[in-house]
């Protein structure tokens, strides 16, 4: 079932969609939600809470990325969640990579407003789209779906070493952007 399909069956409020969604979508939203919390049942409870947010929300949305609208529904869930069980000394995997962007993402206190935060998307946005596509995946696929070191280097054919040299290669250009667009680190 593609994508246009299972939107309108969210429209049309037919409880199928959410059984469809989980078909197609589920082990990627467990993906990027373990990929923040490391921890199983932590990760399930995201995934469906996604499909309630989903199903709440469509209508009166109609997302023009269903993937990516799904994506950023789990991705916020579980972070929120992270914050939360962070908030209790609860140790995650969010930890790690939140830990490898803190020098080149602007402190979440000078960047809430909405503005900023579109501006921030936008420079981040068009950094990304300099980049060779290989290197604008290895970003995404690590900052974004949270795919481990190790994982990527097995897909790249590369030693985790080197590719978090790359990586940090690529976070200090980042920063470099930022700071030239004057955006406060």
Known sequence: MD?????ELYW???ERAIDETNTKYGRLLYKISFSILSNHEDSQECVNDTYIKAWKSIP???PRSFTAYLGRIVRNLSIDYWSKSKAQK???GGDILL???VDCIPSPDTVWSEVETKILSKIISNWLNTLPKEDRILFVRRYWYGDSIKELAIKIGTTPNKLASHMFRLRFNLKNVLEKEEVLL
């Open 99 to 101: 830990s490898e962007l």
């Open 12 to 14: 049309e409020r037919n």
């Open 90 to 92: 609860r140790y995650s």
């Open 3 to 7: 994508d246009l399909e299972l939107v």
């Open 60 to 62: 009166p949305e109609r």
